[in-house]
């Protein structure tokens, strides 16, 4: 840039400066690495996805994740936990304090504030109807514990007369038909299911190159970087609780699993208004921890 421009760019300057603060006080809440499918007013979804292996130099298909979410006098708790990684965490240290003292109460507050997990796979989207732009790419898919089951269902039968198969392989593997239900106010999965084994894009090598060569890896969620060590997640926690380590009574405590949809509806309707007039993060937090938890 030569001088008189930089001069007269200067005039400039306060509103640049501005704007660019402005830009980044915004928390981006989405990644478009990722597939969330969608529902219909009654909140009813149907598409057809398939699991797929791990990426060049990564030795597994998915990824274990541990996270605590829970409110407290303080605000809302969530953070990932840190037995993710192997490492100790104040908040699964607390609960086996609770855990022992004996008293019921403790146990049930133990309870609330218990981790939940989720896991993190490569999906190939078969078939998306809501967002069909989204069929024959490559996204990372986040789920919880009823799909996960599924998968250890076909990896390890029950039964004597199913035959086990990796649902991840590209040869051996199936694609999986996600139902997603309403149920009691709850988003339900119990209906997915597998469907016949087959090839992956019936054996095109070029285009299943192709996938493979799209795979993200997954170590990075696993990475101790991307984890608050231990004392910031302590010192949060102290704060959340009031300093007591019962923090609420249990009869009143929540967590984001302990709310409906509907209860959430309003505060979807606001979260870019929240987000835009910098009203406090614990809340929105607690909102995007629900569209994961939506997942299960």
Do not use: C
């Not at 421009?5 to 915004?26: A, G, M, P, T, V």
């Not at 609770?98 to 309870?111: F, Q, V």
């Not at 590209?170 to 597998?194: C, H, M, P, Q």
């Not at 704060?239 to 380590?245: A, F, N, P, R, T």
């Amino acid at each position: 840039m030569e001088f008189n421009d930089f001069i007269n760019n200067s005039k400039n300057s306060i509103q640049n400066l501005i704007k660019k603060l402005d830009e980044s006080s915004k928390k981006d809440y989405k990644d478009d690495r990722f597939w969330r499918p969608e529902q219909d007013k009654m909140g009813n979804g149907f598409a057809i996805i398939r699991f797929l292996p791990n990426a060049k130099g990564q030795n597994d298909s998915y990824v274990k994740l541990f996270s605590h979410a829970f409110q407290g006098p303080g605000g809302w708790y969530i953070e990932n936990s840190l037995t993710t990684i192997g490492e100790k965490d104040p908040v699964s240290e607390l609960n086996t304090q609770l855990w022992n003292t004996g008293s019921e109460e403790d146990k049930n507050i133990a309870r609330l504030r218990k981790r939940k997990a989720n896991y993190i796979s490569n999906i190939l989207v078969i078939k998306d109807e809501a967002n069909p732009q989204n069929e024959g790419k490559v996204f990372l898919f986040k789920y919880g514990q009823k799909i996960f089951d599924k998968i250890q269902e076909k990896a390890k039968p029950e039964f004597k007369d199913e035959d086990p198969f990796d649902p991840f392989n590209f040869i051996t593997g199936a694609n999986f038909k996600l139902k997603i239900r309403k149920v009691g106010g709850y988003t339900n999965y119990d209906k997915s299911e597998f469907d016949s084994q087959s090839v992956l894009l019936n054996g095109d090598k070029a285009k299943m190159k192709d996938v493979y060569d799209s795979l993200y890896n997954l170590s990075e969620f696993i990475d101790l970087k991307n984890f608050k060590s231990y004392d910031e997640l302590k010192k949060r926690l102290q704060d959340v609780l009031g300093g007591d380590i019962r923090g609420v009574a249990s009869d009143t405590a929540k967590t984001a699993e302990d709310y409906s949809e509907s209860d959430f509806s309003e505060k979807k309707s606001n979260l870019k208004e929240k987000a835009s007039k910098n009203e406090p993060e614990e809340e929105i937090d607690a909102l995007e921890y629900f569209e994961q938890f939506k997942n299960a």
